[in-house]
């Protein structure tokens, strides 16, 4: 196999490995979203978190990393009628859902730009 063979299967592996990663971390739990039955949720803007708490930083710093996983989890939300209508019925923009987060007891916390 030559160089740029080579290469091209690297990034391709690296790709896929990327891609993976988005979902299940802890700001895109794609299986519970997908799984997701009318659990309670809490819709919170970004622009209102404390500046200086840890979630707050948590958050910057997954979406400065993985910004490209916004568009997937969009598509994921969407994918999910239960859920895509339960967000419309309060006035969230599906556009605007750039993170989610599940506590230990099944609740999502929807993070809105």
């Known amino acids: 196999m030559g160089m740029l063979a080579r290469m091209a ?3 391709a592996l690296l790709a896929s490995i990327s891609a993976g990663a988005f979902a299940e971390s802890r700001y895109f739990p794609q299986a519970a ?3 997701w039955q009318g659990q309670r949720f809490t819709v919170q803007r970004i622009e209102f978190l404390d500046e200086y708490s840890l979630e707050r930083e948590n ?3 997954w979406l400065d990393a993985n910004g ?3 568009e997937q989890l969009q598509i994921a939300v ?3 009628p239960d859920l895509r209508n339960a ?9 605007n859902v750039v993170a989610i987060s599940r506590a230990l007891n099944g609740n999502f916390v929807i993070y809105l730009r």
Not at 87 to 92: C, E, G, K, N, T
């Open 78 to 80: 969407r994918s999910n």
């Open 59 to 61: 958050l910057e710093a």
């Open 33 to 35: 979203i997908e799984d």
């Open 9 to 11: 299967a690297l990034a």
């Open 68 to 70: 490209d996983a916004i």
């Open 87 to 95: 967000l419309v019925a309060q006035s969230v923009q599906l556009n």
